[in-house]
T-cell receptor, first 114, second 115 residues
Framework: AQSVTQLGSHVSVSEGALVLLRCNYS??????LFWYVQYPNQGLQLLLK??????LVKGINGFEAEFKKSETSFHLTKPSAHMSDAAEYFC????????????FGAGTRLFVKA | EAEVAQSPRYKITEKSQAVAFWCDPI?????LYWYRQILGQGPELLVQ????????DSQLPKDRFSAERLKGVDSTLKIQPAELGDSAMYLC?????????????FGPGTRLTVL
């Protein structure tokens, strides 16, 4: 079985501070991992994805994530938060054991304080 | 830039009524997905099409929900009759292929409120 756990339904940071959004997954086979962002009343947009190549993945808007197999984690980071980063962030996993069905976490809402 | 189109953006209906949502994927994308997103949760797959064929509808409540993609292009999701618990955002997405690494492109969603 595969699942995704996002630690913290809400995260608040100051503008310019480090952003760290946590994601842990469970998968019985090598996973594919994704981070999506959702702005209010909009659909999801892909930030980045891990597809078994480099473990450090760089995405759009300055975000990056590192795949750590030993910790079953895929945490999302950004060195310096911007007001425009305020949104909901979803971690997702898919793998061959479930026919590559994408399973999303519950999401983490990021607040950025001026 | 090509986008996934959905309509309507908002729908308010009374329970026991029928509702329908429409999705037009990015041109050339073979795979189309319908997700339901309940407030405060991540999207949950309802149905997945590869061209006009259903690949996965294991989470679709088939007693009241139906989906079709007759010509393998646009798609319609129907609920009949609607129940209070169906209030949610319904998201459509498309991808070029069927594989797990394919990027899914999402439409803006239809927010359904059942009174």
């Amino acid at each position: 079985a595969q699942s995704v756990t996002q630690l913290g339904s809400h995260v608040s940071v100051s503008e310019g501070a480090l952003v760290l959004l946590r994601c842990n997954y469970s998968s019985s086979v090598p996973p594919y991992l994704f981070w999506y962002v959702q702005y209010p009343n909009q659909g999801l947009q892909l930030l980045l994805k891990y597809t078994s190549a480099a473990t450090l993945v760089k995405g759009i808007n300055g975000f990056e994530a590192e795949f750590k197999k030993s910790e079953t984690s895929f945490h999302l980071t950004k060195p310096s938060a911007h007001m425009s980063d305020a949104a909901e962030y979803f971690c997702a996993v898919s793998d061959s054991s479930r026919g590559f069905k994408t399973i999303f976490g519950a999401g983490t809402r990021l607040f950025v304080k001026a | 830039e090509a986008e996934v189109a959905q309509s309507p953006r908002y729908k308010i209906t009374e329970k026991s009524q029928a509702v329908a949502f429409w999705c037009d994927p990015i041109s050339g994308h073979a795979t189309l997905y319908w997700y339901r997103q309940i407030l405060g949760q991540g999207p949950e797959l309802l149905v997945q099409f590869q061209d006009e064929s259903v690949v996965d509808d294991s989470q679709l409540p088939k007693d009241r929900f139906s989906a079709e993609r007759l010509k393998g292009v646009d798609s319609t999701l129907k609920i009949q009759p609607a129940e209070l618990g169906d209030s949610a955002m319904y998201l459509c997405a498309s991808s070029l292929g069927l594989g797990g690494t394919d990027t899914q492109y999402f439409g803006p969603g239809t927010r359904l409120t059942v009174l």
